[in-house]
């Protein structure tokens, strides 16, 4: 019986570091809110209200979703506010990673008419991009379900959002690839040209490896975890080197339904404790069938670069 019929191994104990709301990823929230009040208020005021709100009016208004989605981000709305120096204080009606329906409020805001009226924008652009991506992730992740395979991302993010849209990656089900260049090594067909480049030898998928591994263990660096090896092929030819130097996971990037069959095969024969992970041309018509090929990860670099800010709405209550 093959590994991907049912044979134990014990591949899912390692994986990457998951992205969770940490301190890091508070600080680079508190720094992307400051550069939104930047772009709304440059070092003026918000003119509109100024000139037609009174000062002093309180007020509430929900957080209303306009199409149904799964939540990311309502879970750092206080955090938002802290930043914003906002006199609000909110209700929160939804948790991260649930699902909500069209017209479903979220959250209520209340507190000064002003505060709510600029702070509206800004507080809608943070929840409305963690909220696609979230929900684009979730039907990503529907079309594997009955399979092994688990949907990742990659690093395609918007600059400065990575920790938030991973994160928000998470709330739709999804896992997350590594955060950064810092947190796992990944040899990509790029590391070995370069090299061969520079001094005319092109390392071979299990030289490679080996390499990064005597790197790991020569004290150069001090790691809290040992970092996983990662090595990417396009080539069924290149797999059974790489397998040979038992790497935690061997990327095949591009490769078709049949041959991510092949190498599922050769690896379940060669060395059922790599994973596979299948990349390059997925999309939700591609996706069902990369799965079925028996890979264990699917990283999606569409996640994140392709996601849709959901829309939501501040809907004034009277």
Request: proline share 2%; net charge negative.
């Amino acid at each position: 019986m093959s590994v991907h019929q049912g044979q134990t191994t014990n591949r899912m104990q390692k994986d990457y570091r998951p992205q969770t709301i940490d301190s890091a990823l508070l600080d680079d929230l508190s720094q992307l809110v400051r550069l939104a009040i930047r772009e709304d208020l440059d070092r003026t005021a918000d003119l509109t209200t100024l000139a037609l709100v009174p000062q002093g009016g309180m007020g509430s208004a929900i957080i209303q979703s306009r199409v149904a989605g799964v939540a990311a981000g309502i879970d750092l709305i206080e955090a938002i506010l802290q930043e914003l120096d906002a006199k609000i204080t909110w209700t929160q009606h939804i948790g991260d990673g649930e699902v909500f329906e069209s017209k479903q409020a979220l959250a209520t805001l209340s507190g000064e008419t002003r505060d709510l009226l600029t702070c509206e924008r800004t507080i809608l652009n943070f929840l409305g991009r963690l909220c696609g991506i979230a929900t684009l992730t979730s039907r990503y992740v529907a079309k594997v379900a009955g399979t092994k395979a688990r949907v990742y991302d990659t690093r395609k993010t918007t600059p400065g959002w990575r920790r938030l849209e991973k994160y928000a990656v998470r709330c739709g089900g999804g896992r997350n690839h590594r955060l950064g260049l810092y947190d796992g090594i990944l040899i990509k067909d790029n590391h070995l040209a370069c090299r061969a480049a520079k001094d005319g030898e092109l390392l071979d998928p299990g030289t490679a490896v080996q390499t990064a591994r005597t790197f790991l263990a020569s004290g150069a660096f001090r790691f809290e975890h040992v970092p996983m090896i990662e090595i990417e092929i396009d080539r069924v030819s290149q797999l059974e080197s790489a397998l040979s130097a038992s790497p935690d996971i061997v990327l095949l990037d591009n490769m078709s339904s049949e041959l991510l069959k092949q190498c599922v095969e050769l690896r379940d024969k060669k060395a059922p404790m790599v994973e596979l992970e299948a990349s390059g041309g997925v999309n939700l018509d591609t996706i069902h069938n990369i799965a079925l090929s028996g890979v264990d990860r699917i990283s999606v670099g569409a996640l994140t670069h392709s996601a849709i800010n959901l829309d939501l709405g501040l809907d004034w209550i009277v």
